[in-house]
């Protein structure tokens, strides 16, 4: 019988968790429970401030899901931010900031597939040399209202694809309707990376690697919506976890 990609899933954390209010992980059982519907195993791996455990954890994985969370901090893209926007960013948290770019930094090394979600999208394309918008409603007046939490679940605007991305050839779509829970977004984009979705106000939805990227991971796909909370009822995003699944089980191929 062949054994079910093996999906590494990077957490949240909380400062203060359900038993004995300890440091502890968080994440929404969504995650797995799409990586479970698209045919994968997820394995949930601690945030812990080990080089080595992360390297060996990407070394025995299939394919790495960065998800979302809390704001990345800004002394990673913007350290002179103005002190009236940095205001609007929540607390930061390096230790998660570090275990990610460590994260990415192996995927990279080792070639995993990765899809990433939200502020995984956000920080991939900080530590590839990206910036962000670090609060949409103050640095890009008119634009549309992208932190709806109240409607996490449902579908609040549409974003449009490039025809010929990867992102349009899983989905088997040029337009989407996704939800939408951020209040920052992408920035300058990083230097391998291209864009394949945006909103219509021009924020970046969707970036994937530029074409010819070489010691890279063979799959990427990075999305600022969340298509954990929408796969069990619209079927394309469910195809963005069976696409990403499908490429782990072949090496990324």
Not at 24 to 53: E, F, H, M, N
Request: overall charge positive; charged content about 20%; glycine content about 10%.
């Amino acid at each position: 019988m062949k054994k079910s990609p093996l999906i590494l899933i990077a957490p949240g954390t909380q400062q203060r968790g359900v038993e004995f209010a300890d440091h502890s992980l968080s994440l929404s059982q969504k995650y797995s429970l799409a990586i479970t519907a698209a045919g994968g195993l997820p394995w949930v791996l601690p945030v812990l401030p080990d080089a080595a455990l992360v390297a060996e954890a990407v070394r025995r994985c299939d394919g790495v899901l960065l998800t979302g969370g809390d704001d990345v901090q800004t002394e990673l893209y913007a350290p002179d931010l103005p002190p009236a926007v940095k205001k609007t960013v929540s607390a930061p948290e390096p230790e998660r900031d570090w275990f990610e770019l460590v994260l990415i930094d192996e995927i990279f090394r080792q070639r995993r597939p990765l899809l990433a979600i939200c502020r995984g999208h956000q920080i991939l394309n900080v530590a590839l040399g990206g910036t962000l918008v670090a609060d949409i409603p103050s640095q890009l007046p008119g634009s549309l209202r992208h932190a709806r939490p109240d409607r996490k679940n449902e579908v609040v605007h549409d974003v449009e694809l490039n025809p010929g991305s990867r992102l349009a050839t899983i989905t088997g779509q040029t337009r989407l309707g996704v939800n939408s829970s951020h209040h920052q977004a992408v920035g300058r984009v990083a230097g391998l990376l291209q864009v394949t979705a945006v909103s219509a106000d021009g924020v970046i939805e969707g970036m994937e690697l530029k074409p010819g990227v070489v010691r890279a991971p063979s799959f990427l796909i990075a999305v600022q919506y969340h298509p954990e909370r929408l796969y069990d009822r619209h079927r394309e995003h469910l195809k963005l976890f069976s696409g990403f699944v499908r490429a782990c089980g072949r090496g990324g191929k």
